[in-house]
């Protein structure tokens, strides 16, 4: 088999807004967390061709979520709360990292490639049938640009990669 990527070797990450966020797993209780560039795009037909050309124009990106209501599991309830509480616009916003676990950083120990977005949370449903668990699901919507650096799964911290890396 090619050396394939699976779901556990991306690690999710979930913060408040602050100087020093003190950021948490998104692991237990997530049932989905995917993520979708939503590249925008324009087309063009320049009059000497049959066909058009699409070009990417910017992204749109937002990572679909479910989750499984856990009362101890501290980031399901962070975005629980964005829906429960109606939250809006700077209160709906979190610190979102995304590490790949498959791209150690050879010097460093616990440390990985990553990425970190500022987000707002969507809540789009809270549902759940008798008997069954509460499923809290939505969206973290992208706002702004991103940053890429690194991010050590042990200290729970995102270093910015330097300019030109």
Known sequence: M????QRFQVADYIAEKSETPDFKFMGVGFTQLD???????????????KASTTFIKNYKPQFPFESTL??????VMMLYKVGEQELTGADAEFIYVRVNLFEPVPSLENTYKAR???VSC???LFAGKGGENIVCSGNLNGVGNFVEG?????????????SGS
Not at 2 to 5: C, F, G, L, S, Y
Not at 70 to 75: L, P, S, V
Not at 150 to 161: P, S
């Open 122 to 124: 969507e809540c789009s």
């Open 2 to 5: 090619a050396n394939t990527i």
């Open 35 to 49: 993520e979708n560039p939503n590249a925008q795009t324009e087309e063009t037909v320049y009059i000497c061709d």
């Open 70 to 75: 856990i009362k101890d599991q501290e980031a």
């Open 150 to 162: 690194t991010f050590n799964t042990a200290t729970k911290v995102f270093t910015e990669a330097e």
């Open 116 to 118: 970190k977005f500022i």
